[in-house]
């Protein structure tokens, strides 16, 4: 899965999906696909990302008490 970097833009790919959608992990590992060479991975915070399409994250993968303010 693909996600973007909010600041610059950049793509980068999730390496384990399970810790994106976990709201307890504040990080994913992923991969910045900048160039044509593979980057190594390594660790991005899950508030720095959004979809490629421009959409926020679901707060249920970012915050562990998100039923608690409905």
Do not use: H
């Given at each position: 899965?693909?996600?973007?970097?909010?600041?610059?833009?950049?793509?980068?790919e999730?390496?384990?999906?399970?810790t994106?959608?976990?709201?307890?992990?504040?990080?994913?590992?992923?991969?910045?696909?900048?160039?044509?060479?593979?980057?190594?991975?390594?660790?991005?915070?899950?508030a720095?990302?959004?979809?490629?399409s421009?959409?926020?994250?679901?707060?249920?993968?970012l915050?562990?008490?998100?039923?608690?303010?409905?």
């Amino acid at each position: 899965m693909l996600l973007k970097d909010k600041q610059n833009g950049t793509l980068i790919e999730v390496l384990d999906i399970t810790t994106l959608i976990n709201p307890i992990a504040e990080e994913i590992r992923g991969s910045i696909q900048n160039g044509e060479e593979e980057q190594p991975p390594e660790d991005i915070a899950k508030a720095k990302l959004i979809f490629p399409s421009g959409e926020k994250l679901p707060r249920c993968w970012l915050d562990v008490n998100y039923q608690k303010s409905l």
